[in-house]
């Protein structure tokens, strides 16, 4: 198995995981005294994050080309404990520059992920 090779995005300012959790399917039945469900697969959200705008930043124009093609690409995310989340993404948007007087270049990222995240 090849090593991944790991890009560092530059100026990331925040970070959240956003967790919609899992579809409802509904199987309520005339003979049901209430509603009845049964859970889908769990859909492991998105991660979407806030950074500085640099355009000769490698990691930032990774995303940016990535947005472009398409394609499914592998994510780490590294937190301040050392503690890791790797997972599949598509890079579902990014926005940007936003620009204001007297203010820095900001952008705003979406990553859709697919399939599970792997906490270490």
């Known amino acids: 198995m090849t090593p991944v090779e790991w890009s560092e995005v530059g100026e990331v ?3 959240n995981l956003e967790d919609p959790g899992a579809s409802e399917i509904d199987v309520t039945h005339l003979g049901s ?3 009845e469900y049964l859970m889908g697969l769990a859909d492991a959200g998105s991660y979407t994050f806030s950074v500085n705008w640099l355009f000769t930043d490698a990691g930032q124009e990774a995303l940016r080309t990535a ?3 398409r394609a499914l690409k592998n994510f780490r995310v590294t937190y301040s ?3 890791t989340a ?3 993404a598509y890079v579902q948007q990014f926005s940007g520059p936003s620009l204001a007087v007297d203010d820095k270049m900001s952008g705003s990222i979406t990553l859709k992920i697919s ?3 792997t906490f270490a």
């Open 13 to 15: 300012v925040d970070m």
């Open 33 to 35: 005294t209430a509603k």
């Open 67 to 69: 947005k472009t093609s």
């Open 81 to 83: 404990d050392d503690s």
């Open 86 to 88: 790797t997972f599949s």
């Open 115 to 117: 399939g599970a995240v």
